[in-house]
């Protein structure tokens, strides 16, 4: 009897032994991979001014995220804080609105937190394949940004942890954070993506191999069947999560960074226009060419462990 006590208290101690270490490396990985990309995630603040035709514009302070995508500073976010309910409820479900009137951001400020400096930024282009769009700051000056770099990123296999890096907002003084899930899909119609197991994070944010290298941005993917009644349920679900920070049975995909990589070029293509032709500030930027579905060739890229 006591030998078998002994036994089990021994194997109970092996497990005890193994799991602190397992735990503490993978800690140091996801330690590591936010102490890397938060200097890239930003705070932003801006107006959004809708005009409807009919009665008063209105005028939205709001507040939200972004990622820096390039060395002259450019921010990649979701598009879809720039529609209202219905024209998003119409834009992801591939359609277009009768009532559709996307605001229009004005007044936006970009902050590089821990600095609380804010700086101007004009919309440089979106890209609507993606269901991201891009802002472009001005007068960095000797400010030194460190822009996620997608080309190159490595296909994730399923069940592949990835884990999201955000911030909150400025209430909470832009504190930076992480969110985990695993690779549950993959798709390729309508467009090459993967599915998270989580509704993790904010739209438009990076997603991250456990080794530190991106996989793509969190984003919304119009559906590509042709049922509208299908149409509209999953594009209904998707804005219930960004409205409400829930799944609401929609399903959270990635787009891949060499598509993301394919955009950042027409984008930056495009802010650079905007800027020498001096109507960033007034010109409404042009949607960039839809990025070429290129499926990027497999690879795993999450370490095994217990």
Do not use: C
């Given at each position: ?48 001014h ?44 591939g ?6 009137h ?22 440089a ?37 990835v884990?999201?890096?955000s ?21 390729t ?106 499926k ?11």
């Amino acid at each position: 009897m006591r030998a078998a006590i002994a036994i089990i208290l021994g194997v109970s101690l092996g497990f005890s032994a193994v799991i602190p270490a397992y735990a503490d490396t993978e800690s140091d990985l996801l330690q590591a991979a936010m102490t890397r990309y938060a200097p890239a995630i930003v705070g932003i603040k801006m107006v959004l001014h809708t005009d409807t035709g009919s009665g008063a514009p209105s005028d939205v302070p709001v507040e939200t995220q972004g990622v820096v995508v390039s060395k002259s500073g450019l921010i990649l976010i979701s598009a879809l804080i720039f529609s209202n309910s219905e024209s998003a409820l119409a834009g992801m479900a591939g359609g277009e609105s009768a009532n559709s009137h996307d605001a229009t951001p004005k007044d936006i400020k970009i902050v590089f937190p821990p600095d609380a400096t804010e700086y101007d930024a004009f919309l440089a282009a979106k890209d609507s394949q993606l269901g991201v769009a891009f802002l472009q700051v001005q007068k960095l000056g000797d400010l030194k940004i460190a822009p996620v770099d997608f080309t190159g990123a490595a296909a994730p296999v399923i069940g592949e942890p990835v884990i999201m890096v955000s911030r909150l907002l400025k209430g909470y003084d832009y504190a930076p954070y992480f969110e985990t899930a695993r690779v549950s899909g993959h798709v390729t119609v309508p467009r090459d993506s993967w599915l998270l197991d989580n509704s993790i994070g904010t739209l438009g944010m990076p997603v991250i191999s456990l080794t530190g290298g991106p996989v793509g941005i969190l984003t919304t993917i119009r559906p590509g069947v042709s049922d509208q009644a299908s149409q509209m349920a999953m594009a209904y679900s998707m804005f219930m999560r960004l409205m409400t920070g829930t799944s609401g049975g929609s399903k959270t995909f990635v787009a891949p960074g060499s598509a993301i990589s394919a955009s950042i070029v027409q984008a930056e293509k495009s802010a650079a226009a905007l800027e020498a032709s001096g109507g960033a500030a007034t010109k409404p930027a042009p949607a960039t060419k839809p990025a070429p579905a290129v499926k990027p060739a497999p690879g795993k890229i999450a370490p095994k462990g217990k």
